[in-house]
C-alpha cells in the first residue's frame, strides 16, 4: 500500500498543479474580460460626453449667430456667409438674402441657420441628387421671413417625413426632379417583352431526278 502511495504521489502533484494552472488562467480570463468590459464602458460614456459638447458648443454658435451683438457675433456670421456648401453659396450670392441674414432680424437669421443646416444634411445624405436641386430652389427664393420658414419645412418634410409610397428607392422626390414626375420611374420598370420562339424551318423538298430514256430490248 505505501508503495502504490509513493508510486501514484507524483501524478496527485501533476493534477495539482494541473488545476492550479488552470484556475490562475480561469482567473486571469476573468480579469481580462472585466477589464474590456470596463474600457468598453469607459469609451461609451466617452463619445457620449464628447457627443454631448460638441452638441453643446454647435448650440453656443447659432445662438451667437441668430441673436449675439458686436464682433464675435458678425465674425460668426461672415464664416457663415463665406461657406463654400451648395444652399450657403446659392443663397448668399443674392443681395438680398444676405442682407436678410446679416442685417435682418432674429427671426430671419433663425430660419436661414436652420435652412442651411438642413441643407448640408440633405447635401450629405444625397451628395449626387440633393446639391443640384438646393441651389435651384435658392435662386427663387424669396428674401423674406415667410419664404424661409416656408422652404424649411419642405426641406423637413422632405429629409424626414416617411415616403408615402415607397417609390424611388430612399431618395426623397424633391431631390430626383423629373424622376419625381413620373419621368424616369425607378420603382416600376416596366418588364422587358418575351422574344417569341423561331418558328420550325419548313422542309426542303428533295430534288427530283430528271427522267432517262429506256433502251433495253424487250424479251421475245
Request: charged share 30%; hydrophobic share 50%.
Amino acid at each position: 500500500l505505501a508503495a502504490a502511495r509513493a508510486a501514484s504521489a507524483p501524478e496527485d502533484e501533476l493534477e495539482r498543479a494541473l488545476a492550479a494552472s488552470r484556475a490562475d488562467n480561469d482567473a486571469a480570463l476573468v480579469a481580462e474580460c472585466r477589464a474590456v468590459d470596463a474600457a468598453r464602458v469607459a469609451a461609451e460614456a466617452d463619445a457620449e460626453t464628447l457627443a454631448e459638447r460638441r452638441a453643446a458648443e454647435e448650440r453656443e454658435r447659432e445662438t451667437l449667430v441668430i441673436s449675439g451683438v458686436g464682433e464675435a457675433a458678425d465674425a460668426a456670421r461672415n464664416a457663415i456667409v463665406a461657406s463654400t456648401d451648395a444652399l450657403a453659396a446659392a443663397l448668399f450670392e443674392r443681395p438680398a438674402l444676405k442682407a436678410l441674414f446679416v442685417d435682418g432680424g432674429e427671426a430671419a437669421r433663425r430660419g436661414m441657420v436652420k435652412l442651411l443646416s438642413l441643407g448640408r444634411s440633405a447635401a450629405k445624405w444625397y451628395p449626387l441628387h440633393a446639391p443640384a436641386v438646393l441651389r435651384e430652389r435658392a435662386t427663387a427664393l424669396d428674401a423674406t421671413v415667410v419664404a424661409v420658414d416656408a422652404e424649411v419645412e419642405v426641406l423637413e418634410t422632405a429629409l424626414f417625413a416617411m415616403p408615402e409610397d415607397g417609390r424611388h428607392g430612399c431618395v426623397p422626390r424633391l431631390f430626383l426632379g423629373d424622376a419625381a414626375e413620373g419621368v424616369i420611374d425607378l420603382s416600376e420598370a416596366p418588364e422587358a417583352p418575351v422574344a417569341a420562339a423561331p418558328a420550325a424551318p419548313e422542309p426542303v423538298a428533295a430534288p427530283q431526278r430528271p427522267a432517262t430514256l429506256d433502251t433495253s430490248q424487250p424479251e421475245e
